[in-house]
């Protein structure tokens, strides 16, 4: 008789626990998902911005290409065309920050499924002897009064992830 006693005390304790322990592991459950979640979006994150990277490098290379090879008359008086644009006006927005801006040119170079089509311009920035202590040499160094050009490719990818990349250089 009080093997039946013992068992009426405990009134569904364990019905209790159970429920305890299963509230606390879905609540782990929800958790670790919840994270899996989150790294997968990282991962698609970096992965597109690897892609949008790539595409406007091979759009700013090529851009380098054609402006090593360019001539003095591609370059507009104002404005740009086919991707060659004239000195900027230091008033103005930049073009590669401007959205409104028409003037780039898509690049031919190859880029990766999910990228966009990259597009590049290049700016004629002029010839100044704006290097520090370039004019105190004698005789002055090579680059000193080179024409100096600025570079501006960009690319997105899947909408995500958006990439602009700038190089300067000079062509004595």
């Known amino acids: 008789m009080t093997a039946f006693r013992s068992r009426r005390q405990q009134r569904g304790i364990s019905l209790i ?53 360019s001539v003095a008359g591609n370059y507009p008086a104002t404005g740009c065309a086919d991707g060659f644009c004239a000195m900027p006006v230091s008033t103005d927005k930049a073009r590669w920050l401007d959205d409104a801006f028409a003037g780039w040119r898509t690049s031919a170079a190859p880029a990766p499924a999910e990228a966009a089509v990259p597009e590049a311009i290049v700016e004629n920035m002029g010839t100044a002897p704006n290097i520090p202590g370039c004019t105190q040499q004698i005789p002055p160094l090579p680059n000193c009064f080179a024409t100096r050009y600025r570079v501006s490719a960009r690319s997105t990818a899947d909408e995500r992830a958006a990439v602009v990349l700038q190089s300067h250089f000079a062509i004595p």
């Open 17 to 69: 626990v159970s429920l305890v322990l299963l509230v606390v592991v879905t609540l782990v459950g929800l958790a670790s998902m919840r994270g899996v979640s989150l790294q997968a979006r990282m991962s698609a994150t970096t992965h597109d911005r690897s892609l949008a990277f790539q595409a406007a490098e091979a759009a700013l290379r090529e851009a380098e290409a054609r402006t090593a090879t």
